[in-house]
């Protein structure tokens, strides 16, 4: 039943996030949802209300920002936990100064892992893992490809 129910989660968060609906993440993540995510060096956003406006910058810099599942998600046996391997696609339109991202007309394509965990029937922590220097490669300024992972 656990298992059903995290998968529940998932494929509904993962429509939110390929909707790019602000409002729909208040749905799918807790209102003290953390996250870690290696496109942000020496921080962890806390809150919903900060993850909702990384998001909005986010999908106003690429809006045909998609995620896509790789593999079915790896659950674990008795924890309300998940990784899925995944696939972040999209073209920069627009400048994302927060996370360096300025060649506009460039396109992210860039394999992750994220840890998922489960409180009930949303997420409250994300473990976002990815090589930021290849994003960096692809759509922001050279020096952010050199920059340390936190």
């Not at 998609?66 to 046996?77: T, W």
Request: hydrophobic share 45%; net charge negative; with cysteine.
């Amino acid at each position: 039943m656990l298992s059903q129910a995290m998968l529940v989660v998932l494929d509904d968060y993962y429509a939110v996030m390929n909707r790019h609906d602000v409002d729909g993440i208040a749905d799918v993540v807790t209102d003290d949802v953390i996250v870690h995510d290696d496109l942000f060096v020496d921080h962890v956003i806390r809150g919903l209300g900060e993850l909702r406006a990384v998001l909005e910058g986010l999908w106003r810099a690429v809006p045909d920002l998609r995620f896509a599942e790789i593999h079915d998600p790896f659950l674990a046996e008795d924890a309300p936990r998940c990784a899925v391997h995944g696939r972040m696609t999209g073209t920069l339109v627009n400048e994302h100064p927060t996370f360096g991202c300025n060649r506009v007309g460039g396109s992210i394509d860039v394999e992750y892992i994220a840890v998922y965990e489960i409180s009930i029937d949303r997420i409250s922590y994300i473990r976002l893992c990815l090589n930021p220097t290849i994003t960096a490669r692809q759509v922001c300024d050279p020096a952010v490809a050199t920059r340390k992972v936190n």
